[in-house]
């Protein structure tokens, strides 16, 4: 049985000169979502009613490219 942890996903997409844009960027899917993104290359604006938490995102991205 599979359960769901045992499930990986590998992403080997170059996003490099695309723009893309991420409602509900704050936390959960979006936040994630949002991450793999600039992890991928792409420029990454994002859209979410808390702004201390879009805060933290960025600079939690910045951080992770940045290393």
Not at 28 to 42: D, F, Q, R
Request: some cysteine.
């Amino acid at each position: 049985a599979v359960g769901a942890f045992d499930v990986h996903f590998f992403m080997d997409i170059r996003f490099t000169g695309k723009c893309a844009l991420v409602t509900g960027a704050a936390g959960g899917i979006g936040k994630g979502v949002a991450i793999k993104l600039s992890e991928c290359g792409a420029k990454v604006i994002v859209f979410d009613k808390d702004e201390q938490s879009l805060k933290q995102l960025k600079n939690e991205v910045t951080y992770l490219i940045a290393n």
